[in-house]
């Protein structure tokens, strides 16, 4: 069976969101992950 390419990493969500450097995608992010916190009860992880 083939590996995952994509590994979990301790990278901050945050401060990967806040390194977006266009404000709009940015905001969309953080909708994103505040959406996503909300429905998995879970906090978001890289």
Known sequence: ???N????TTQ???KFIDS???EMRR???KTVATL?????KKTPRM
């Open 36 to 40: 996503m916190r909300k429905v998995t």
């Open 1 to 3: 069976m083939a590996e």
């Open 20 to 22: 977006v450097s266009d």
């Open 5 to 8: 390419k994509t590994k979990q």
């Open 12 to 14: 901050s969500v945050a």
């Open 27 to 29: 905001k969309d992010c």
